[in-house]
């Protein structure tokens, strides 16, 4: 079975502070990707990496970024997190493309 | 742009009826769909996928159907148990990088 982990299930952070989430896959899968799922918008596409230290923007790359310094973690970072970054984060791992698997999402509220 | 969409954005079923939810997809080129589950407070989880050169796929208790002349995808669950109650959203992909198009979800809620 292929297992995705997210360090956090649930976080809360204050406006300005930074951020760092947590992706770790252990089946050796070169792409992952980060996505937020917020109610009536459903998936969107953040980042995603192809290899070690690659790193290509989604849809909505604008108040984060991204390191992939191993094949197996992939970290999103929130420079100065915002009440508009409240959402559910989840991340997702790829043996090869398209096919994409979930981890279980952290859910960020930003007071 | 492209879009995928559904038809119906609840589904109420009863205890062991099938169950069949559906979605509309815009992008001709895509060639690639997937139907994930998603339970609440969970991360998405993969159902079954099939492609474009395929018109049905089965899994256990799951059948895909792909009717490229309407651009429809539709996922069958048989025997709806109450475990299956959860949000279904199905994705497609196509091009060089493959980059995956959600729906937005139906719920599906089993009643006992």
């Known amino acids: 079975d292929v297992k995705v982990t997210q360090s956090s299930r649930y976080l809360v952070k204050r406006t300005g502070e930074k951020v760092f989430l947590e992706c770790v896959q252990d089946?050796?899968?070169?792409?992952m990707f980060w996505y937020r799922q917020d109610p009536g918008l459903g998936l969107r596409l953040i980042y995603f990496s192809y290899d070690v230290k690659m790193k290509e923007k989604g849809d909505i790359p604008e108040g984060y970024s991204v390191s992939r310094e191993k094949k197996e973690r992939f970290s999103l970072i929130l420079e100065s997190a915002s009440t508009n970054q409240t959402s559910m984060y989840l991340c997702?791992?790829?043996?090869?493309?398209?096919?994409?698997?979930f981890g279980p999402g952290t859910r960020l509220t930003v007071l | 742009g492209e879009s995928v969409g559904l038809h119906l954005p609840t589904l109420s079923v009863q205890e062991g009826d099938n169950s069949i939810i559906n979605c509309a997809y815009s992008n001709s080129a895509s060639d690639y769909f997937i139907w994930y589950k998603q339970e609440s407070g969970k991360g998405p989880q993969f159902i079954i996928d099939?492609?474009?050169?395929?018109d049905k796929r089965q899994g256990q208790r799951v059948t895909v159907l792909l009717n490229k002349t309407v651009k429809h995808l539709s996922l069958q669950i048989a025997a709806t148990q109450p475990g299956d109650s959860a949000v279904y959203f199905c994705?497609?992909?196509?091009?060089?990088?493959?980059?995956?198009?959600f729906g937005k979800g139906t719920l599906l809620t089993v009643n006992p």
């Open positions: 994705a497609e992909a196509g091009g060089s990088n493959y980059k995956l198009t």
């Open positions: 997702a791992s790829s043996p090869h493309l398209p096919t994409q698997y």
């Open positions: 099939i492609r474009s050169n395929m």
């Open positions: 089946m050796d899968h070169e792409n």
